[in-house]
């Protein structure tokens, strides 16, 4: 279901393909243009492209096991730009390769997350290396690889009934939402709340008000279907950002130091243009290395974590990118759901064999979508874009989350709107669907609020006496769900 209305949505055509490139990605058959592809690229690029600065403060400032730093150095940043550099240069590569093999508008970028468990949890037990680490990402990556060229993975996608993937585009909208406010500081950590407005309650410092500023932007251009209105937004958002910044000398937040600072960016014109990336990080993982540390059982579970945060993201954030697509058939799915699952399987294997962590599908596609991407071609253009900033980092930076923000609120309200296609008279269906939509934000997972719908699912077809309406792969699912919430107390008992 889609959740642009039906006068903006790409109606089918007939028409025939204008060159090569409209004929490969079925671009004039899906209502797009190839001028349309590229701009929804380059939103998709602006709204991931801090990845590129987030992903090495995560990874390079954690020592492992035995007491180095990814990359080498003296835990100081001089690693991270070979980091940053390795980071860019695996999500272009995905994201051109999904573009090419699936012909869907969803790129790939080191998951958020799932880099985390990476760095404290895997690499930071005794004796484990940063090689060791990897490896164990790429071991996972092998395995959810295999199963999807065994039909696995798909037929459990395609086990997941409508309405639950219904609840899972809804959810991951509100998730979206709430990634951009709190990426612009917007909403922050309250004092005796959870989240809180800005700070004490209030809107202080010029970033809220860019980000403001941005948003309103990025609404009016929307209400008023203004062509490439997002991209417009996300630059002339920079541009206000980088003359308040030459003005105010606002600076970063500091970690805390600053709180009325920038988030991840300032923005700020380079001294330099270019600069000349170092790729020495790739190769750098041991596949086995982990085994011989912690034992066959510890990397067992380590891998089983991030397989099924891997394998559940990614069929959510597909699914929310198809409904915001009108791509998705009678049954939720997108086309070419194999390949789609292929690629992003593959993500991981590249992810730790560049020594960046799993790489996954990225839920902010979506704000590409919204800007009228339909088609492989704008996944090809966000991974062109990947690969140019491994050169061109400084103008990369120059982008602050604060300006890129908007863009994710927008699309989130966009995406909230299927939540009209639930039965919200049916508890079977309700029920699953809520536990479903408001666990993602609240927890801040897409694979927390898959779960917790997956289980809530089957408990009420068992209590109503409707078991059998039940897909045998949703009972497996939901057992691994099962397994996995439970894995705090599970990797305690063996030590780990």
């Not at 003359?243 to 600053?258: P, R």
């Not at 066959?296 to 945060?309: E, G, H, P, Q, S």
């Not at 908007?406 to 699309?411: A, E, G």
């Amino acid at each position: 279901m889609a959740t642009t209305p039906p006068e903006e949505k790409p109606a089918e055509t007939t028409a025939a393909p204008r060159n090569a490139v409209d004929r490969f990605f079925k671009i004039s058959e899906r209502g797009s243009t190839i001028g349309t592809e590229v701009r929804g690229g380059l939103v998709t690029f602006f709204t991931m492209s801090y990845i590129i600065v987030l992903n090495p403060l995560i990874l390079g400032f954690v020592p492992d096991g035995t007491g180095e730093f990814l990359g080498g150095g003296p835990g100081d940043g001089s690693n991270l730009p070979l980091i940053a550099a390795a980071t860019a240069l695996v999500a272009g590569v995905l994201s051109v390769l999904m573009g090419l093999v699936a012909n869907f508008p969803l790129a790939l970028a080191a998951g958020l997350g799932l880099n985390a468990v990476v760095a404290f949890t895997i690499a930071s037990l005794p004796d484990v290396s940063w090689a060791d680490a990897m490896g164990v990402v790429v071991l996972e990556g092998l395995i959810i690889t295999v199963l999807v060229l065994t039909g696995f993975r798909t037929a459990v996608f395609r086990a997941v009934p409508r309405e639950l993937k219904v609840a899972i585009g809804v959810g991951i909208g509100l998730f979206i939402a709430l990634i951009g406010f709190v990426n612009a500081g917007f909403v922050r950590q309250g004092g005796g709340t959870p989240l809180e407005l800005g700070i004490g309650g209030s809107l202080a410092g010029w970033p809220s008000l860019v980000f403001v500023v941005g948003l309103f932007l990025a609404i009016v251009l929307m209400a008023r279907r203004v062509r490439g209105g997002l991209l417009i937004a996300v630059i002339s958002t920079t541009v206000l950002a980088v003359i308040v910044e030459a003005v105010a000398k606002v600076g970063d937040s500091a970690q805390g130091e600053n709180p009325t600072g920038w988030h991840q960016n300032v923005p700020a014109l380079p001294d330099a243009v270019a600069s000349v990336p170092d790729l020495s990080l790739l190769g750098q993982f041991s596949l086995f290395g982990a085994v011989g540390k912690i034992g066959l059982l510890a990397v067992a579970l380590l891998v089983f974590a991030i397989l099924l945060a891997d394998f559940f993201d990614t069929m959510g954030t597909m699914v929310a990118v198809g409904s915001e697509a009108g791509l998705l058939d009678e049954g939720g799915n997108p086309p070419r759901s194999q390949q789609i699952l292929l690629v992003d399987s593959l993500g991981a294997v590249a992810g730790g064999m560049g020594s960046v962590s799993s790489n996954t599908a990225y839920v902010e596609s979506t704000s590409g979508v919204a800007e009228g991407a339909r088609t492989g071609l704008a996944s090809v253009v966000t991974g062109i874009a990947f690969l140019l900033s491994t050169f061109l980092s400084p103008l990369v930076a120059m982008v602050p989350s604060e300006a890129a923000a908007p863009v994710l609120v927008v699309v989130g309200f966009l995406m909230v709107t299927q939540v009209a296609g639930l039965d919200w008279k049916s508890p079977e269906i309700a029920i699953p669907a809520f536990l479903t939509l408001a666990l993602m934000p609240f927890t801040y997972s897409i694979t927390t609020g898959i779960g917790a719908g997956f289980i809530a699912f089957v408990v009420l077809k068992i209590a109503l006496g409707k078991a059998r309406q039940v897909h045998p792969l949703m009972w497996v699912a939901a057992a691994a769900f099962v397994v996995y919430f439970a894995l705090g107390p599970i990797q305690d008992a063996v030590g780990i």
